[in-house]
């Protein structure tokens, strides 16, 4: 199957709307692809924290319209990326968006782990609550953004609920961005499971965006690799690969369920 991963460069000149349709047209272009992957906040940036009230959105509002639409005109399962949701009580979370290639919306993820350290995000935007897999019909894959990389409970969840992939948009910064590949790495050398990561370039809010999106195989091999500015990653991957890693290293029967902190 055929993976194309778009890395968008954020420009803050750059009108919401008008990125949006740009990207549309940018995923209209990936006609043939089996899935096709956005960065997490694209819309406004994911550092563009003062902008998130004003930019926020219903689930099923202008962004969830044109990606359903750029997904249904190009026939592929889309991973829209994440935009700032509001929900009806005025809560904010970072959620992402699944199409199917019919433009339906098939899954829906609000980011568990937010980033800031008490401030940011991890203030202004509310928690998730559920881990999400995605049905697609030639590699299910599990759901995470940015900084759920850093905990890899999260993917073993994933891969107890059938995920074969971890599909990964971010908004990395590059002061980070070692941290960025080997994460995706490590997370796809320890679940046996291919690594699809996509991020932005740009710059949000003066902080610049490490790019370098990555699709890493179940053995952890960097199968490729963008550079820092705004960029199409095309890659061909074998779902089959998936089962043929666990069988021939059996490393995940191995786990040990249930272990208590040590005695003292």
Same mark, same amino acid.
């Given at each position: 199957?055929?993976?194309?991963?778009?890395?968008?460069? /954020?420009?803050?000149?750059?009108?919401? *709307?008008?990125?949006?349709?740009?990207?549309?047209?940018?995923?209209?272009?990936?006609? +043939? &692809?089996?899935?096709?992957?956005?960065?997490?906040?694209?819309? =406004?940036? &994911?550092?563009?924290?003062?902008?998130?009230?004003?930019?926020?959105?219903? #689930?099923?509002?202008?962004?969830?319209?044109?990606?359903?639409? &750029?997904?249904? *005109?190009?026939?592929?399962?889309?991973?829209?990326?994440?935009? /700032?949701?509001?929900?009806?009580? +005025?809560?904010?979370?970072?959620? %992402?968006? /699944?199409? %199917?290639?019919?433009?339906?919306?098939?899954?829906?993820?609000?980011?568990?782990?937010?980033?800031?350290?008490?401030?940011? !995000?991890? $203030?202004?935007?509310?928690?998730?609550?559920?881990? $999400?897999?995605?049905?697609?019909?030639?590699?299910?894959?599990?759901?995470?953004?940015?900084? *759920?990389?850093?905990?890899?409970?999260?993917?073993?969840?994933? /891969? *107890?609920?059938?995920?074969?992939?971890? $599909? =990964?948009?971010?908004?990395?910064?590059?002061?980070?961005?070692?941290?960025?590949? #080997?994460?995706?790495?490590?997370?796809?050398?320890?679940?046996?499971?291919?690594?699809?990561?996509?991020?932005?370039?740009?710059?949000?809010?003066?902080?610049?965006? &490490? +790019?370098? %999106?990555?699709?890493?195989?179940?053995? +952890? !091999?960097? #199968?490729?690799?963008?550079?820092?500015?705004?960029?199409?990653?095309?890659? !061909?991957?074998?779902?089959?690969? $998936?089962?043929?890693?666990?069988?021939?290293?059996?490393?995940?029967?191995?786990?040990?369920?249930?272990? %208590?902190?040590?005695?003292?």
């Amino acid at each position: 199957m055929r993976a194309s991963l778009i890395q968008i460069a /954020v420009d803050p000149d750059e009108a919401v *709307d008008t990125r949006r349709q740009r990207v549309a047209a940018l995923v209209r272009e990936r006609r +043939g &692809a089996d899935l096709v992957v956005l960065p997490e906040l694209w819309p =406004v940036g &994911a550092f563009a924290y003062e902008l998130f009230a004003d930019e926020a959105e219903p #689930l099923e509002g202008p962004t969830y319209a044109a990606m359903a639409e &750029a997904a249904r *005109d190009a026939g592929v399962w889309l991973h829209a990326g994440s935009i /700032v949701e509001r929900d009806p009580d +005025g809560t904010l979370f970072n959620t %992402s968006l /699944v199409f %199917s290639p019919a433009g339906e919306l098939v899954r829906s993820y609000r980011k568990i782990h937010r980033f800031g350290f008490d401030q940011g !995000e991890a $203030v202004l935007m509310a928690p998730g609550e559920d881990l $999400v897999t995605v049905p697609h019909p030639e590699l299910p894959f599990g759901v995470a953004t940015c900084y *759920d990389l850093r905990f890899p409970e999260l993917f073993r969840g994933l /891969v *107890d609920a059938g995920a074969l992939a971890f $599909v =990964v948009p971010a908004g990395w910064p590059a002061r980070r961005r070692e941290h960025w590949t #080997l994460l995706a790495r490590a997370r796809a050398v320890e679940n046996q499971a291919y690594v699809l990561a996509c991020g932005t370039g740009g710059t949000h809010a003066g902080v610049e965006q &490490a +790019g370098h %999106s990555i699709v890493v195989d179940p053995w +952890g !091999e960097v #199968l490729a690799e963008a550079g820092a500015g705004e960029e199409v990653l095309d890659v !061909e991957l074998d779902p089959a690969k $998936v089962t043929a890693t666990r069988d021939q290293f059996p490393a995940l029967k191995d786990r040990l369920l249930g272990l %208590s902190a040590p005695r003292r």
